[in-house]
C-alpha cells in the first residue's frame, strides 16, 4: 500500500504534467498569433493595413480575430481596394492590404516577407510593388494561392521558382516584367493554371513552348510581345480551347 509520500509525489507528479501540458497548448496557439500580430505591426508600420470580415456579412470582426490561425479559413491579401466578400460564403478571415497604396507599394520589401504569416492567402495583388525575384521567396508559404498579381515589379524569372508546390494558382500576371523564354520554363508544374497575362514582356515564339504543359490553360494575353502569328496558331493547334488575346 503506497505511503502518504508516495501518494504526494504521485500527486505532484500528474499536477506537473498537466501543468507542462497545458504551457505547450497554450504555445501551440498563442505563438501563431504572436506572429501574426508582429506580422500586421510590420505591414501597418509600411503604409498597409489589414481590415478583416466575418463570414462575408460586410462588416469588420472584433480586433482580436484578425489574428486567428490560418486554419480556421481563407485570407485575400489585396494591396490596392477592398473587395467585400459574397454573403453566405463560407466562414473565413479576410485581410486586405489597404490604404496608403503608394506608400506600400514602394515600402513592399519591408512588409511583403510578412505575408508568410497568412498562409491562408488565396489572392495577393502586389502589381507596381518594389519588390523583385528575392522578395517572392514568401510564396512558397502560400500553399492556397489562386490569383497573383505580379504586373510592374522587378520581376525576372527566377521568383516564380518560389510558387508553392504543388501549386493552386489559376490566374497569373506578370506583365510589364522583365520576364523572358526562360522564365516561362519555370511555369511548367502550374498545370492548374486557367489565365496567364504576359503583355509588355521579352517573351518570344520561343517561350509558349514551355506552355505547351499547362492543360488547364483557357485564356493567354501577349499584347506587346515579341511572339508572331505563327508562333499563336502553333499555339491554339497545342492547345485548341485557348483564347488568346493579342491586341
Not at 501597418?44 to 490561425?69: I, K, L, M, S, Y
Amino acid at each position: 500500500m503506497p505511503t502518504q509520500r508516495q501518494k504526494s509525489r504521485y500527486a505532484w507528479s500528474i499536477a506537473a504534467g498537466l501543468l507542462l501540458s497545458a504551457v505547450a497548448l497554450g504555445l501551440r496557439f498563442a505563438l501563431p498569433i504572436y506572429w501574426r500580430m508582429q506580422a500586421m505591426d510590420v505591414i501597418e508600420r509600411n503604409g498597409a493595413g489589414v481590415v478583416t470580415d466575418w463570414q462575408g456579412f460586410g462588416h469588420p470582426c472584433p480586433a482580436w480575430q484578425r489574428f486567428v490561425p490560418a486554419r480556421i479559413g481563407r485570407a485575400v491579401v489585396n494591396a490596392r481596394h477592398i473587395e467585400p466578400a459574397p454573403i453566405g460564403t463560407p466562414l473565413r478571415v479576410i485581410h486586405h492590404f489597404r490604404d496608403h497604396a503608394e506608400r506600400a507599394r514602394s515600402h513592399a520589401p519591408e512588409w511583403v516577407p510578412q505575408v508568410r504569416f497568412f498562409p491562408e492567402t488565396s489572392s495577393l495583388n502586389l502589381a507596381e510593388a518594389a519588390i523583385g525575384d528575392a522578395e517572392l521567396a514568401v510564396l512558397r508559404h502560400l500553399d492556397r494561392l489562386e490569383t497573383l498579381n505580379l504586373s510592374g515589379t522587378r520581376l525576372r524569372g527566377p521568383g516564380l521558382g518560389s510558387l508553392a508546390r504543388p501549386s493552386r494558382l489559376e490566374t497569373l500576371d506578370i506583365s510589364a516584367t522583365d520576364v523572358d523564354d526562360e522564365a516561362l520554363a519555370r511555369l511548367g508544374s502550374l498545370t492548374g493554371l486557367r489565365r496567364l497575362v504576359l503583355d509588355h514582356t521579352r517573351v518570344t515564339d520561343a517561350g509558349l513552348k514551355h506552355l505547351a504543359r499547362l492543360p488547364n490553360l483557357r485564356e493567354l494575353s501577349v499584347s506587346n510581345t515579341q511572339i508572331t502569328a505563327e508562333g499563336l496558331e502553333e499555339m491554339r493547334r497545342v492547345n485548341p480551347r485557348i483564347e488568346v488575346s493579342d491586341d
